[in-house]
DNA sequence: CAATTTGTTGATAGTCACTAACAAATGATA
DNA sequence: TATCATTTGTTAGTGACTATCAACAAATTG
């Protein structure tokens, strides 16, 4: 890693600090991008030439994305909701151990905001596409379509997990609610399958 | 219905007419509301009045939402996927055939434009809402939670059987799509609770 | 059918997200 | 060290969106 990428992700990372700050004491719509450059000293242009939008100041992460390996693994040995559901509770787990405080603002704010939560909305759907792409590899019996559709069903669940993770403030884990979330949606999806 | 609300739509129809018309021919960006406002004989305050966005210029539209009603009416007879598959071919395709041109216009228009079908996430999210509140007084064995899951999961197939068919360029029937979508939807499900 | 009240429109001016262009500065490279 | 490639800040611009207000149209009332 050179050193201008590592300037790079420092100076996202001090823009997002400042963002963070202004908006939880002030409001998304009442903090300008200029204030938050002010805020992390550098100008609006950079910010924008880091983040593309006002938005993704916030969306933006750098955990780095072992999730779908992750996932890939427990496919080998579990069908596939129980993959995804153990993936995922071991992967986020990790992501908050790291860095618990910033999880927990980021994911409030974007809960709070609603042009936070629409720009993620692209962020959720790229995820389900190569979510996709790794179960139509990991199990013979799907079709392309099919594991795209299973991969959305299963976006369902992950939203649901962390909306609720977040409407209780954090304060039960987030394994819990994935757990929960995961057991409503496969009863679901049984009580649905028996029934049609 | 008063002579002021007639007006009121009117106009809307005019002003998403000649948008229609410019977005078409130079794509979103290229078109300001300005020259929406101009093409359409009102001012540009008036369109924001009217729309409040320039993407809701398109999202807009005045069918009269019988969809959930029909629904709840096929929810006494049929599963939940079965009912909500019916009501929805029945309705949507009334609104097809009331207005094909203006719904494929408007359809192909929001699959090419990120901008649009990011804009019509919130209108999804609140019938994913009044779907999963139909559905939680439909059937007496979901709770609100589930409910509201199994609305989201059927959303999912909604927009996969709309994307599908703007797809083939909606020369196959809407028809065809749900059904094909809802299928590969039932079988994913049926799959899953066999392997989960 | 006036007279009054209420809601809607267009004109104007302003804020702010976002982009293009260029010159100065800074990290990579030989 | 000298050259090359990127990144930065400055400046100036476009266009989405909002607030204000005066002119006007429509609902309401006597």
Do not use: C
Not at 32 to 49: D, F, Q
Not at 57 to 68: F, K, R, T
Not at 141 to 160: M, P
């Amino acid at each position: 890693m050179s050193l201008r990428d590592d300037k790079r992700r420092w100076s996202m990372r001090e823009v997002q600090a400042a963002a963070l700050d202004l908006f939880e004491a002030s409001g998304f719509d009442a903090v300008s991008v200029e204030a938050i450059a002010a805020a992390a000293g550098v100008s609006a242009p950079t910010v924008y030439r880091h983040f593309g939008t006002k938005e993704r100041i916030i969306v933006w992460d750098d955990y780095d994305p072992g999730l779908l390996d992750t996932i890939a693994r427990h496919a080998t040995q579990l069908p596939p909701l129980r993959a995804v559901e153990t993936g995922l509770i071991e992967e986020l787990d990790r992501v908050y151990e790291a860095d618990s405080r910033r999880v927990l603002r980021r994911a409030r704010l974007m809960l709070a905001t609603p042009a936070l939560r629409l720009a993620n909305v692209p962020v959720l759907a790229e995820l389900r596409a190569e979510l996709g792409a790794v179960l139509a590899l990991s199990y013979a019996d799907l079709t392309e379509a099919r594991a795209d559709l299973l991969a959305a069903v299963i976006l369902v669940g992950l939203e649901t997990a962390i909306g609720r993770w977040i409407g209780t403030g954090g304060k039960t884990s987030l394994r819990t609610h994935f757990r929960d979330a995961f057991a409503d949606l496969r009863s679901v999806i049984l009580t649905e399958g028996a029934l049609t």
